[in-house]
Each structure stands twice: as C-alpha cells, then as structure tokens.
C-alpha cells in the first residue's frame, strides 16, 4: 500500500510548552521528564490532542478544498514521546471518507477517520437548539 506522507516533524520540549501555554495542560507527563520518569510512559510524552491537531492541520493544508467534514474519529493507538520522529500520512481517500495516520517509524500511533458530507440534516427545523455531531 502506497501512503502519502503529508507532513513530518520531531516534536520537541519547546513545542509541548507553547501547546501548554495555549490548552492550560501542564500535565508533568508532557512537560518534567523526571516526574514522566515516575510514570508508566517512562519520558514525556507529546499531549494526544496537539498530535491530533497537527494531523488536522497537515490534512487541509494537503486538501484545502475539501468536501465538508461531517464526522471525524480518533484513535490514540501508542505514545509519542518528545523528540520522536513523527509523519502525517493519507492512508485513504474516497469521495466518502478518508483516514489519516501518524506513524512513528512506521507503526501508527494515531489513527484518523474523516467522514465526508454536510453534517447537518437536510431540513431546517427552524430550531434554535445547537446541533450535536458525532
């Protein structure tokens, strides 16, 4: 299988503190290596969610004409620790859906499933109730 690798990067301390300064999660596991030494991770670990907006970022900068995302899905499958070499790759890509993945050294760490559509229903209720997407 064929992957088109979108972005690829090393995420180091400096990352994790400006993702910190920005979310508020100062978690000692992203941010002290020897309170991560403590911890089953071992080391300080990139925070999931800046991996996963990284992963977004590569994807619409790669398809910025994009059909509207109606749903998306994350599985966080392995630790990225600060300092590993990281790649976005397009595993998938249909009409329908396509699926994202970081991979470290080859072995996915993150897993993206994007379904492509208009996320909200065809009739306008008229209501003022947010809408809930999955």
Not at 102 to 126: F, H, K, S, Y
Request: proline fraction near 6%; hydrophobic fraction near 45%; aromatic fraction near 6%.
């Amino acid at each position: 299988m064929s992957l088109n690798v979108l972005a690829e990067r090393d995420f180091v301390a400096a990352d994790q503190e400006r993702f910190a300064a920005v979310c508020g999660d100062r978690n000692p596991i992203h941010m002290d290596p020897v309170a991560a030494r403590r911890t089953i991770a071992g080391f300080p670990v990139v925070h999931g969610i800046h991996a996963l907006l990284w992963a977004l970022d590569s994807l619409f900068q790669y398809l910025p004409k994009l059909a509207p995302v109606a749903s998306i899905r994350v599985s966080f499958e392995k630790l990225i620790y600060v300092g590993d070499r990281v790649q976005v790759v397009l595993s998938h890509h249909d009409k329908q859906r396509l699926r994202v993945e970081i991979l470290i050294e080859g072995i996915r760490a993150l897993r993206l499933e994007v379904a492509l559509g208009d996320p909200r229903p065809n009739q306008d209720t008229g209501s003022n109730e947010p809408l809930l997407y999955t």
